[in-house]
């Protein structure tokens, strides 16, 4: 096998590595994000959108106490997407609990905690993911 044939497989498995080490990333935090937000009805928990290159002005009216149906569109969205990607909650009192303490389920707000950890989610998804 010639050198540049080499280059070219290397070059192309790490692209490959990189778009999955993304993926799982983008996993990791969101999925984090959904879990540490508080339920009660699990309306707030459902309302987390995920959309690629515009963010969603949508506010849902189903609960998701569980938070398997925002799971599923993260995991879905995420596959074979390498634009950009935004998550959002657009319920008016989310702003209030994520930085107005308006939950003791969620003292310390449920995005800027996962934020926090992005360096752990991205040497974890990384390792994963083989680099």
Known sequence: ????????NWTKKTKADII????IAIIKLFS???FDTPVDTG?????????E????KEVRKSADKGGAVVIANVLEK???HDGVLFFVNNLPYAHR?????????????????????????LKEAGQEAGL
Do not use: C, H
């Not at 096998?1 to 070219?8: A, D, G, L, N, R």
């Open 32 to 34: 984090a994000v959904v």
């Open 53 to 56: 290159n515009a963010p969603s």
């Open 78 to 80: 995420t596959t074979g």
């Open 1 to 8: 096998m010639s050198f540049s044939v080499e280059v070219k």
């Open 97 to 121: 609990i994520e930085y107005d303490s308006w939950s003791q389920q969620a003292p310390g707000g449920m995005v800027r905690k996962n934020i926090a950890r992005i360096n752990r989610f």
């Open 43 to 51: 309306r707030l928990r459902g309302n987390w959108i995920i959309t």
């Open 20 to 23: 999955r080490a993304r993926r």
